[in-house]
């Protein structure tokens, strides 16, 4: 496996290995890896040759300090679990290098961004798609890997790309759960043990979200929800609400056009969770 820390090593490498006919399947991560990241991986190996990963905590994503100083970090272990389940190619670029290469670029993500995790983290969204064209720009992917447990990045992604006609093909990968249902996520390396108890709780609101749905009316159903993550000493509901599936805009009842999802964040303590399950 191959460890490239400089933006030009990693173009050099990549157009080596496409003019040798190979195929580039690219996934982005923030490390702190764990099973959720190597589904993509794994999906990678289903149509490409080459398996790339970007390590990189990317600073202009996060509104809050506090969250970018205490994001978990673990590289050595990060590499042996790449190693170990067959990546190749291992990007882990210094933030000065990166964005020394930034071309400004402009999309309109207004109407995805504005809602859910863009007005929780103002900026979020803006971040995101200023390292992931960065990322694009430095490999060149033929597909690329995103995880649907970050459903609206997905969205907005997917945006990105077809504005900027970016020629990358994008695949949305489901979302890899522990057990009892808590989305696997890097933070949840953050949580003590009655949070993490307590955790599992989100999985099951938006499960009965979606047993629910068509059954009950909507505003019943979100309040039931609510409360039965309320319920809990250690958790605080940011947001639950339902959605259009590819707009972003709330769901209105009884539309046959859309699919809708139900997106939510939680805190478990100062830890803050995001999952989401589609309705239909
Ligand atoms: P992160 O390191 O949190 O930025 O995540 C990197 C990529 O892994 C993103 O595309 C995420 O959506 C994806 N991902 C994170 N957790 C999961 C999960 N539990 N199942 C599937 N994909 C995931």
Known sequence: ???????????????????N????????TMGALHEGHLSLLEESKKTCDIHACSIFVNPTQFNNPDDLMNYPRTPEKDLGILEKAGCDIVFMPEVNDL????????IDINDLASRYEGASRPG???????VVKLLFDAIGPDDAFFGLKD?????????LV???HLPVALHFVPTLREPDGLAMSSRNLRLNKEER???????????????????????????EARASIEQHNHLQIDYLEIAESRTLK????NSTQSEPVVLAAIYAGDVRLIDNLLLK
């Open 1 to 19: 496996m191959l460890i490239i820390k400089q933006p030009s090593a990693i173009s050099e490498e990549i157009k080596r290995l496409r003019n």
């Open 21 to 28: 006919g190979k195929r580039i399947g690219f996934f982005p």
């Open 99 to 106: 964005y020394a290469l930034e071309k400004p670029f402009q």
């Open 124 to 130: 979020h969204f803006q971040g995101v798609c200023r």
């Open 151 to 159: 459903f609206q990045q997905c969205m907005v992604i997917q945006a």
């Open 162 to 164: 077809d504005q900027l």
């Open 197 to 223: 108890e307590e955790a599992s709780a989100i999985y099951k609101a938006l499960s009965q979200v979606k047993a629910s749905f068509g059954k009950k009316p909507m505003g019943l159903i979100l309040e």
């Open 250 to 253: 709330p769901f209105r009842e």
